[in-house]
C-alpha cells in the first residue's frame, strides 16, 4: 500500500528549501490556514461569525419540517439550522475544516474528546448490532475506563496489537487503537491493524498526532478520534472532541450527538476554527523541541529511560517517516529515583507547569501513575509501563533551551540535592 505521509511529501514540508516544483495540492500549513473558510466571502466577512443562536426563525413556518426532519436523521440542514443541539453553523465550519486537514468527507464535534469516544462507540454499536469491542493497551486512562466499565452495555477484549485477527467475533463492532499512546508513545502499525479488522471498523484515537502528523484515514481508519481540547485547541482554554470519518458515520454521530446532547458549544468551535490556521506550525515547532529535549534527556546522569518516538530504533522505528512525519510533542522519561522523588520534580520547576493535558502552547508535565492514569488498575498499569518514575512532558513553544535548564535544575534538585546547579 502506498503511503500517503512520506517524510519528503510537499503537503509536509515546512523547511522552506524549495526544489524548483510546485506541487498543486495544497501544502498543509496553506490548507489550514483557510480550511473551513471558503463561505466567508461570500458572507461578506473575514473573520468566521460566532453565531450563538440556541434556536433560529423558521423561514416560512408554515413549510414543511424537512430540514428538522434532516437533521433529526443525522443530516445537514436544508435551509436554516432551526435548533442549537441541532446544528450550529460556527461548529460546523469548524467541523469542515478539520476533515479538510483529515483528508476525510466530513467530521463530528463534541463537548470533549470523552463525549466524542462514547459516541464512536453508541454509534459503531448502531451500526452493527454486536456489543463487542477491540481494544488495544494503552489507551488514554478514561479510554480504558470508559471500555472497562458496563456503562454502555459494551464488551471489551483487551489485546495486543497483532493479536486483534484472532480476537474477532461475529459480534465485533469496532476495533480500538491510540497512536502515539499514553503516557509512553508507543506506537500501533494502523494499516495493520486495519488489514486484521477487515470488515470491522477501526477507530484510531490520533489526539497525539494531529493531521499534521498523521492522517488515519488514509491508511483506512474508519474512525478518526481527537480530543481537541489537546493541540487542536492547542491554547488550553477549550474542552472539546471531534471524529473525522466518511458521511455515513457522520450521520449516525450527528444522531448519536442530538439524542444525546453532547454538543460543543459554538465558542469552543470558533476558537478550534481559530486554532486549525496554526495548528502546523505549532505541531512543527513543539515536535521538533521535544525531539531535541528527548534528546537531551537520554543523555541525561539521572534520567533512566526516555519515550519519545523519534528515538525508537528497530520495531515499530520505521513507522516515524512513514505512518507519522514526525514522534511528536510529547516525551516522557523515568528518573532514576523512587515515586516520591519523581513527584517533588514537580515543585521545582518554574516555566513548565505540573498539570494534566498536553498540546497547549505552553509546556506541562504530569505523574501518570497518580494522575491520568490512577484509574488504570495496577496490572494494566503495568502493562503500558506506567511506573512510579514516569513523567510525561508536552512540550509548548518555549524556547528549548529555557526548558532544557527548567527541567535539568528541577531534576537535580529532586534527584540529587547535593548537586543542586544555581544560576
Ligand atoms: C485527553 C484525551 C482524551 C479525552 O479527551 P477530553 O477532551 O479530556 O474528554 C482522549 N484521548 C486522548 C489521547 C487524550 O489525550
Known sequence: MEMKIRLDD????????????????????TAAVHAGRHDLRHLGVHAPPLDLSTTYPLLDPLAGTASLDAMAAGGEPQGNSVYGRLHNPTVARFEAGLAELEGTSSSVAFASGMAALTACLLAAKQRHGGHHVIAVRPLYGGSDHLLNSDLLGLETSWVQADAVAAALRPETALVIIETPANPTLQLVDIAAVVRQAGEVPVLVDSTFATPVLQQPAQLGAALVLHSATKFLGGHGDVLAGAVACDASWATLLRQVRLITGAIL?????????????????????????AEQLARRLQGHPVVRKVFHPNLLTGGLAHLVG?????????????????????????????????????????SLIQHPASLTHRVVDAAAQEEGGIHGNLLRLSVGLEAVDDLWLDLDRA??????PSRVLTR
Open 411 to 416: 531534576i537535580h534538585r529532586a534527584v540529587e
Open 265 to 289: 458549544h459554538p465558542l469552543g468551535g470558533y476558537l478550534l476554527h481559530r486554532g486549525l490556521a496554526t495548528l502546523p506550525m505549532r505541531v512543527e515547532r513543539a515536535s521538533l523541541s
Open 322 to 362: 512513514q505512518q507519522m512525519r514526525h514522534g511528536g510533542a510529547v516525551l516522557a522519561f523515568e528518573l532514576a529515583a523512587d515515586e516520591a522523588a519523581t513527584r517533588s520534580l514537580l515543585q521545582y520547576l518554574e516555566l513548565i507547569t505540573p498539570a494534566v493535558s498536553l498540546g497547549s502552547v505552553d
Open 10 to 29: 510537499p503537503r509536509f514540508d515546512l523547511s522552506g528549501t524549495f526544489d524548483g516544483t510546485v506541487d498543486t495540492a495544497p501544502a498543509l500549513a
